[in-house]
């Protein structure tokens, strides 16, 4: 049966499997943020069947699940050209190993590829994975900038350096603008004919606050 909500099909086993790959000691991308764009996700799949949007279920769970494991290693080192690389190489390992099915793993890597900053977004299990894991730039203001300020610690961490807060906050409006200037065209939410949705309203309204209170 074709489960209709991924909260069928989370799987509390493989979640402590995933878990330890994210490690611990990373205020932003942890094990609480893949749970947190799962639960995100729920509410983006349950959108899309209301609008007739066929979305596998599966695909977007484990590929969230995956899509930061490994963060904190340095993929370089270990042979990959990206974090994203390296967390659907774990993916491909895990879900290999538990006999899933080569399509659905195939699908899983490239969900989780698309959710590098660059990267294209054409499925709409790649579209859901993205608009999932960028759902926090739309959360409501104290959020945002509390992952803002969690994003700040780890940059530092990997870069070893200190940025001012104002310094980080020029830093990141790039980032956010670019992302921003993108259309993740899937439902009503984040697209629609006027070229403004309300996403992007409620990623704006965050964006200029945080420029103007840095």
């Known amino acids: 049966m074709t489960p209709r909500s991924i909260q069928e099909i989370r799987d509390p086993g493989l979640e402590a499997q995933v878990e330890p790959l ?25 959108r899309c ?29 270990l042979g990959f050209a990206t974090k994203e690389a390296y967390s659907a190489d774990l993916a491909a390992l895990q879900l290999g190993a538990r006999d899933v099915l080569r399509r659905t793993i195939d699908k899983v890597v490239a969900a989780i590829l698309s959710t590098h900053k660059e990267a294209s977004f054409v499925t709409v ?58 259309e993740i065209r899937l439902t009503s939410y984040f697209v629609n004919a006027m070229g403004e949705s309300a996403f992007h309203q409620a990623v704006r309204m965050n964006l200029e606050r945080l420029v103007a209170e840095a």
Not at 35 to 46: L, Q
Not at 53 to 72: K, N, T
Not at 159 to 180: A, K
């Open 22 to 46: 994210y490690g611990a000691g990373l205020p932003y991308h942890n094990f609480q943020h893949a749970i947190d764009t799962i639960n995100a996700a729920e509410h983006i799949t349950r």
């Open 49 to 77: 069947m209301e609008e007739g949007i066929r979305v596998d279920h599966e695909v977007v769970y484990y590929a969230l699940l995956f899509h930061d494991a490994g963060f904190r290693e340095n993929h370089a080192a």
């Open 125 to 182: 299990e790649q579209k859901t994975v993205r608009a999932a894991d960028l759902s926090g730039l739309a959360a409501d203001y104290d959020t945002f900038v509390k992952n803002s300020a969690d994003l700040k610690t780890e940059h530092e961490m990997f870069n070893s350096t200190i940025l001012t807060w104002r310094e980080w906050v020029n830093h990141t409006s790039g980032t956010i603008r670019f992302y921003l200037s993108q």
